[in-house]
């Protein structure tokens, strides 16, 4: 896709809710040095021409899911796309497990966020059968690397940031670090059932307000604001702004699995090593 020119305030507003996307205009406005009117003004713009979208995460290991999962398959390039994508769309991706899916001609991965590895082996169990029946696998069944939280590091969750900052060519900007673990915080923390409904519409409905959560699920405006306040003070819900790779030019994803030799663990310089400005995800265990 042709490469979309930005003006230079532009790219640094982009760049900035995508490196800060939990901190509100005002915030932003001094660490970027731009004007607060002119960053509202661009934010509505280059979000109605979709150049990015908020997300609201669920760190569900909050609340109890244990692991997060990378599943990895190559399949019979003889097989068409199509086909393929229509098995795929009516088998596999109506788990609530995947939220992260892309592939190919002859590949393909998805990320999962799962209770347990039961559910994950469910998954896989009818993936590889699905596949296998019209013959979209090739020899090797479909690879799976699970990262249970309590054992592994997410370093990087869709993290953005850097590879604005690159292909902007954009200055430090002197602020405090942001960066953290994902998933880190091991918990269980209990939810009456009006909180999981407005916990729900929350992740669904970013741009929504308070006043149209509160009317989808019968509750009062500050009743949710409330709630929604609580989340984020319990480290339940986190935002990231995505910004749009093809409206920037991009053409390619890439997906690394690696493995370390098992007589020597990785130093902390290997990890660095595979954490350049390109890469948006990054999760590890020992080896």
């Known amino acids: 896709m042709k490469k979309t020119i930005l003006t230079k305030k532009e790219q640094k507003v982009l760049y900035g809710i995508t490196k800060y996307p939990q901190i509100n205009d005002s915030e932003l406005s001094d660490i970027i040095n731009v004007k607060l009117s002119t960053l509202t003004s661009i934010k509505k713009r280059l979000y109605n021409q979709g150049y990015y979208r908020t997300l609201t995460v669920p760190l569900l290991n909050r609340l109890g899911a244990e692991l997060l999962a990378v599943i990895y398959t190559t399949f019979n390039p003889v097989i068409p796309l199509d086909e393929r994508v229509k098995k795929t769309k009516s088998t596999i991706e109506v788990f609530e497990e995947i939220f992260f899916s892309v592939g190919e001609q002859e590949k393909g991965f998805s990320i999962s966020l799962s209770k347990n590895y039961t559910n994950i082996g469910r998954i896989n169990e009818i993936r590889t059968e699905t596949f296998g ?12 690397i699970i990262f249970p939280f309590q054992i592994s590091h997410i370093h990087r969750f869709f993290d953005f940031a850097r590879v604005l900052k690159n292909l902007f060519s954009i200055q430090d900007i002197d602020y405090k670090n942001n960066y953290q673990e994902w998933f880190k915080d091991i918990g269980k923390i209990p939810l009456t059932e009006k909180e999981k409904k407005v916990y729900v519409e929350l992740v669904k409905n970013t741009q929504a307000t308070t006043q149209q959560i509160g009317d989808k699920v019968s509750l009062s405006r500050h009743t949710v604001s409330r709630m929604k306040k609580s989340f984020y003070d319990e480290n339940l819900l986190k935002k990231i702004t995505l910004p749009s790779l093809n ?24 990890i660095e090593a595979l954490d350049t400005y390109s890469t948006v995800f990054l999760a590890r265990r020992q080896f």
């Open 133 to 144: 029946k019209v013959g979209l696998l090739e020899n090797d069944y479909p690879n799976e």
């Open 247 to 270: 409206h920037l030019g991009f053409e390619i994803l890439a997906f690394y699995p690696i493995k370390f030799n098992p007589s020597k663990s990785p130093k902390k310089e290997d």
